[in-house]
């Protein structure tokens, strides 16, 4: 089993700023990666795929950069509705595993 | 307009069976795998497995092999899970997911069904 490391488990910003999430994989998926943000009560909602491509409709502030083992998911300038838990996805070994979350709060 | 509408919040014993739903509109059901994932209260996403509606082949994880069943029915584009003897550990929010084809990740999903295991 891939496991997927997130840092930090919590990120405090103010709206406006740069917020930097990680992800780092026990071993290569090379870009076979995927961002998600969840708000609370809400179902996941793809951000990036293939590590660094955003998904329809999803804002350019958010850009997703990285292969092999090392991920990164920048939000350029954060704005109230993107306080939200962030997961990455592993997706190149058949035994798909997410991150534990990002919290990105205030 | 791509829409995954799961069954509603259900509320279970132990040792009782359940199945879920969801029902995919919108887009060529068969064309696409549907993903089941579980959100444990307060934690992360658990993917569970998978099935691909055309001809019904299934994966699932081995943390869920042989302790759920995934199934589907094209002519209702609807899958579905299924639970023979429900533990309070099973309690839940399940997602139902849709599997893209740019990848194998998730572009679409349910709005999720809370399952609660309670004596």
């Known amino acids: 089993e891939i496991v997927m490391t997130q840092s930090p488990a919590t990120l405090s910003v103010s709206p406006g700023e740069r917020a930097t999430l990680s992800c780092r994989a026990s071993?290569?998926?090379?870009?076979?990666l995927a961002w998600y943000q969840q708000k609370p009560g809400q179902a996941p909602r793809l951000l990036i795929y293939?590590?660094?491509t955003r998904a329809t409709g999803i804002p350019a502030r958010f850009s997703g950069s990285g292969s092999g083992t090392e991920f990164t998911l920048t939000i350029s300038s954060l704005q109230s509705e993107d306080f939200a838990v962030y997961y990455c996805?592993?997706?190149?070994?058949?035994?798909?595993?997410f991150g534990q979350g990002t919290k990105v709060e205030i | 307009e791509v829409q995954l509408v799961q069954s509603g919040s259900e509320v279970k014993k132990p040792g009782q069976s359940l199945k879920i739903s969801c029902k995919g509109s919108?887009?060529?059901?068969?064309?696409?795998?549907i993903a089941w994932v579980r959100q444990m209260p307060g934690k992360g996403l658990e993917w569970m497995g998978i099935?691909?509606?055309?001809?019904?082949?299934?994966m699932y994880s081995p943390s869920f092999q042989g302790q759920v069943t995934i199934s589907a029915d094209k002519s209702t584009t609807t899958a579905y899970l299924q639970w023979h003897s429900l533990k309070a550990s099973d309690t839940a929010i399940y997602f139902c997911?849709?599997?893209?084809?740019?990848?194998?990740?998730?572009?679409?999903w349910g709005q999720g069904t809370l399952v609660t295991v309670s004596s």
């Open positions: 997911a849709r599997r893209q084809f740019a990848d194998y990740s998730f572009d679409y």
């Open positions: 919108g887009y060529s059901f068969t064309a696409y795998s």
């Open positions: 099935i691909y509606p055309a001809d019904s082949d299934i």
């Open positions: 071993q290569s998926v090379y870009s076979n």
């Open positions: 293939g590590a660094s």
């Open positions: 996805h592993q997706h190149y070994h058949w035994l798909w595993t």
